[in-house]
Every structure is written in C-alpha cells, then in structure tokens.
C-alpha cells in the first residue's frame, strides 16, 4: 500500500455495472478513493498495479470468478494481508464456508443495506490499520532489542576495560602507599587523590550497571544485569527516579532477567522503587522472574501486590503498550 495515500483506496469488483455504480458512489459519498474492475482477472491485475485497503468482491463472475479471485490474491504474500469482503446473492451456508476458508474476511448477502456496508467497511479499514500498525512496531521493537544486544556487547566490554584499569588504580594505590609511607609528608594529598580517582571508576561502574534505555517517549526501560547487592539495589532505585523524571515517562520496566539471585533486602528495595515511581506519575512493570527468584520471593514473604509482573521484557513491552492504548 502507498503509504503517502491519505485517503483508503476500496477497490469494488463485480460483473453487473448498476452494482459498480451504486457501491462506487456510496463509498465516494463516505471519502474513500474506489477502483473498480468488472471481472476476477482485471482485480487481481488492478490490485498487483496498486494495491487497495480494502477490496468489495462479488462471487459470480464470467471468467475468473470471485473464489477463484480471492484464492490467488491469499495465496500471494504480496497481497494475502488485504482484507476482502464478498458481496454476493449466493446466500447458501456452504458458499459463506468456502469464501471464508479462503481467506475473506466478511461475507454480505445481496440486497444489501448501504448502511451495514459502510459500517462493514470501516470495521475492517480500522482493524487492517490497527495490524499494521502494531506490526510496524514490533518490527521496531524488534529493531531496538537488536541495537540494545548491540550496546549491551559494548558496554560489557566497556565494563572489562574499567575492571582492568581498575585493577591497575588498585595496583597503583599500592605502590603510592609505599611510596607516601617513605614521605609521610605527602601522604594525606596523595591519598586522597587514589580515593578520588578510585570513587570516580566506580561511579562509572555503578552507572553503567543502571541503564536507562527509552523504548518510546512514554516507556523506559532499566536492564539490571549481575550480582545485586544492598548497594546496587538502591543505586537502581535511584536511577528509575531519575531516568523516569528526566524523561518523563509514564511506564517504567525493570528487568531482572540478568540478576541470578536476589535476597529479601534487594527484593524489598525494588518494591520501594515501584512505589516511588508511582508516587511521581510513573507506572512499573517488573520482568524476568525466574522460578528461582519467585521462589525467593515467596520464602522472604516479598508483597508484589500491586506491581505488574511480566515473565520477559517482550511481555511487559507488550503489557505496556496494551495498557496505554486502554
């Protein structure tokens, strides 16, 4: 479908030219751009040409019939997702069935009352643009999951690099204390300065351990991978205030996936942090629950009354963009 079309295309196919009048008017009346062929074979051409949103297809035609139409265009993937409603005199069951099976999506008997069609049409347009849309944003999701694999390979090796430099300012402290032991003199600066250098290398560290990562303009989400302990814990509660206040978001996810244990301290702190973010307008939804994480949960007693929880982070995407749209 061309995207740039403002207006839904309604291409109306039937062998009788009163039919095509009648149907080509009423849609027009309505706003709708309408094609028309007058048999099978010139809709499925028409429909290759430019695709429509919708298509109005009678069953009995000379040629290439309405079923047999409707079954080629299903069976292209190029044209499968195209909604087709059959307007037809046939009123036998079995011819409702069969165009059903092939794939159409609605079935109107002749006469039909102008009202149901519109109202038929409409139903449709809006559920083919709702697919489509909520396809196009799983592809983003997707997009995004692949560029956050990317910046989670990126960060671990950032992370490597800062335990090695680490390890070196470790080394180098050392070998600076030796050093301030033999000029007293010197010691409190020098010290100093190693503890500075040191605090900066782990705030970096903590940072890094705490992502924020906008999913939409509305929807954060907060990553936390490795050991978690009391500190860690409370440093992502503060980043979720943080990262939720300064982007302003209205959903915020926390994901565990990552964190192989965690105890009744850290349970309870991320429980704080839910409740903090609703204090300041942000909803929290917490994925990644493992069986052995729930079952820490259920041994320490941990209320997650009121928290949504969702097993992955693809399911409280989901959940979040379901809610948002209520």
């Not at 048999?39 to 429909?47: N, P, S, T």
């Not at 040629?63 to 005199?89: H, M, N, Q």
């Not at 794939?103 to 109202?119: H, T």
Request: charged share 25%.
């Amino acid at each position: 479908m061309n995207s740039t079309r403002e207006t839904s295309l309604i291409l109306v196919v039937d062998d009788n030219p009163v039919n095509l009048d009648v149907l080509s008017r009423t849609l027009s009346d309505e706003g709708y751009d309408i094609a028309v062929a007058s048999d099978g074979e010139m809709a499925i051409e028409r429909v290759h040409y430019e695709p429509p949103d919708l298509i109005l297809l009678d069953a009995m035609m000379p040629g290439t019939d309405g079923f047999e139409a409707c079954k080629r265009l299903k069976d292209d993937p190029a044209t499968s997702d195209i909604p087709v409603i059959f307007l037809t005199a046939l009123s036998d069951i079995s011819h409702k069935i069969r165009a059903l099976r092939l794939g159409a999506a609605d079935y109107l008997i002749k006469p039909f009352e102008q009202q149901e069609v519109l109202l038929r049409v409409k139903n449709h347009l809006a559920l083919r643009s709702t697919t489509r849309s909520l396809a196009e944003k799983n592809a983003a999701l997707e997009r995004q999951m692949s560029e956050r694999a990317v910046a989670e390979a990126a960060r671990a090796a950032l992370t490597s690099e800062l335990e090695r430099r680490t390890d070196e300012l470790h080394r180098a402290k050392e070998q600076l204390e030796r050093e301030l032991a033999e000029r007293k003199d010197s010691e409190a600066a020098r010290a100093a300065m190693a503890e500075q250098i040191i605090a900066l290398q782990a705030k970096q560290l903590h940072e890094l351990s705490t992502p924020i990562i906008p999913i939409t303009d509305w929807l954060v989400a907060m990553p936390l991978i490795g050991m978690m302990d009391d500190a860690r814990a409370a440093q992502a509660l503060e980043a979720a205030l943080r990262g939720a206040s300064e982007l302003r978001a209205e959903i915020v996810i926390i994901d565990i996936t990552g964190v192989p244990t965690i105890n009744a301290a850290v349970a309870s702190t991320l429980l704080r942090a839910a409740h903090a973010l609703r204090l300041i307008g942000a909803r929290t939804v917490l994925t990644g629950i493992r069986p052995e994480v729930a079952r820490t949960l259920v041994d320490f007693d941990i209320d997650l009354r009121g928290v949504v929880t969702r097993g992955t982070l693809q399911g409280g995407i989901a959940y979040a963009m379901s809610a948002r749209s209520e």
